[in-house]
């Protein structure tokens, strides 16, 4: 019995993709786990503790109420339809 190059090569890439895929799936359970811990976790963490979005944390005040600033209402702006002004616009 004759084994014909072209089977070879067909039999020897499914085998290589088996084993990726093994591979890939193996890699998966111990790299995935090991960025979570070392990588994301300590970032959140650190978010987590070190953030203060809501602004609470800067002290007493009177109030906490924060201005908004907005550009001018001109005819360019108008023009663009309240998205990001023309360069030439200006801005209040």
């Known amino acids: 019995m004759t084994i014909s190059k072209e089977s070879a090569w067909k039999r020897l890439w499914q085998a290589w993709l088996r084993f990726g895929h093994w591979l890939g799936n193996v890699m998966s359970w111990v790299w995935m786990p090991l960025f979570y811990f070392i990588c994301a976790m300590p970032f959140a963490l650190g978010v987590?503790?070190?953030?203060?979005?809501l602004r609470l944390r800067i002290g007493r005040r009177?109030?906490?109420?924060?201005?908004?600033?907005?550009p001018n209402a001109d005819m360019s702006w108008s023009r663009s339809?309240?998205?990001?002004?023309?360069?030439?616009a200006k801005r209040g």
């Open 81 to 88: 339809q309240g998205s990001v002004p023309p360069p030439d």
């Open 62 to 70: 009177q109030s906490y109420w924060t201005p908004k600033t907005l």
């Open 48 to 53: 987590r503790l070190f953030s203060d979005p």
